[in-house]
């Protein structure tokens, strides 16, 4: 059974706590948070588990064996830091830092000190996403040409970080996943609207290999809540809708070029319209899988896709993203070789 200490109770941190809670080998042995109201309402609702409002209490007590992390962005790095220096396996949630600095020192202190260091990209444990890789890898959708994501709400609003650092990292980590690659280059426009510093509103281009594109749109100023991703290849396209029933949709449409034409009247495209359908999906919630994988990966001292790594990846991106937001959305190329083998090499010890 691992012991959990939960740091952070307000909108997210309680789901946490649920999920863990009702996994079979993982128990809420505490709970921290700066806010006495929210430490009380949450035992309330969980009787049995050690309230606490210092991070020290936790990081210093023999109940846990593993912290989760659910407090803004800006603290994430320095309770992490202490929290892997303590010997405890450490679950970060999204984004693991504020800059690829920060997220190179997690990894090596959680090698160093021999524990496992995970991320909250929740939707790489999702059942859609992972449908969406296997009509990729099984060659169903053809070769990817794009993928464009809409992550739109009213709100919340966040004070310390913009909102390509709070939604973005989802859709992120998802391209990522699913082309398999980092991409070469990427380009951001954004609009600050409520907060001269913070943009609520950002559209961000991935360049990937060969020609291929990420467009990533995400707003906290929009009327709609919408979560929708569209992959579109040379075969067929799907549409995954989070907020649907039917998460995933594959159409089998398609418009293709003529191989050549000698004149431009041959020069005709053939538009498809084929059969759409709902793949079957053996739907689990996403955060308790997420949960599940972080407990695994310590039963099994083995680390998982959401590795620190894999965090380091996607806030390589958010910080071109944003240096390109700083510069008139210029086109900022992302150095391949940024993640450093030995870096890899490190983690996976
Ligand atoms: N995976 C997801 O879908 C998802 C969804 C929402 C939020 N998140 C992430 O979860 C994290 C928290 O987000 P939130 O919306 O719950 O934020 P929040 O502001 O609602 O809650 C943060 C809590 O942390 C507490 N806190 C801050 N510093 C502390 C400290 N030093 N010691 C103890 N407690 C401290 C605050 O009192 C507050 O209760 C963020 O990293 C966010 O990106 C992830």
């Given amino acids: 059974m691992i012991r959990v200490g939960v740091i952070g ?3 997210w941190g309680p789901n946490l706590v649920r999920c ?3 996994l079979p080998n993982s128990k809420v042995t505490m ?3 700066r806010d006495v109201d929210r430490l009380i309402r949450l035992t309330e609702r969980f009787p049995g588990i050690r309230p606490t409002e210092s991070v020290d209490d936790v990081l210093s007590s023999d109940l846990v064996d593993a912290v989760v992390i659910a407090t803004p962005t800006q603290t994430h790095h320095q309770i992490a830091a202490r929290a892997l220096d303590s010997g405890l396996h450490t679950f970060v949630e999204k984004p693991l ?4 600095a920060e997220c190179r020192d997690l990894i090596q202190r959680a090698a160093a000190n021999n524990v496992r260091l995970f991320v909250g990209h929740v939707f790489l444990h999702s059942a859609p996403v992972n449908k969406l890789r296997e009509l990729i890898d099984n060659g169903e959708l053809g070769e990817v040409c794009y993928i464009s994501s809409t992550r739109l709400n009213l709100g919340p ?3 310390d970080v913009n909102a390509l650092w709070d939604l973005a990292p989802h859709d992120i980590s998802i391209m990522l ?3 398999g690659e980092q991409p070469t280059a990427v380009s951001c426009t954004g609009l600050a609207h409520l907060n001269r510093r913070v943009h609520d509103v950002c559209n961000l281009t991935l360049h990937f290999r060969d020609d291929r594109l990420g467009i990533v749109h995400v707003s906290w100023l929009d009327p709609h809540k919408k979560r929708e991703m569209t992959v579109v290849g040379t075969r067929k396209m799907a549409v995954y809708d989070d907020l649907q029933q039917e998460k995933v949709k594959v159409y089998n449409k398609g418009i293709d070029a003529p191989s050549h034409s000698s004149d431009f009247g041959g020069f005709q495209y053939s538009y498809r319209y ?3 359908y709902s793949p ?6 996403p955060l308790k899988a997420e949960c599940a994988e972080f407990i695994r990966s310590i039963i099994d001292e083995e680390d998982s896709l959401t590795d620190g790594v894999n965090g380091l990846q996607i806030v390589q991106v958010l910080e071109a993203a944003d240096a390109s937001l700083r510069h008139g959305a210029a086109r900022v190329e992302l150095n391949q070789e940024l993640v450093a083998p030995d870096l890899v090499a490190v983690a996976h010890v």
């Fill in 97 to 100: 830092a504020t800059s690829s």
């Fill in 177 to 179: 996943h699913l082309l």
């Fill in 274 to 276: 084929g059969d759409t």
């Fill in 31 to 33: 709970v921290c948070d």
């Fill in 20 to 22: 863990f809670s009702e």
């Fill in 157 to 159: 609003v966040r004070q």
């Fill in 280 to 285: 079957w999906i053996n739907e689990s919630e």
């Fill in 9 to 11: 109770l307000g909108y």
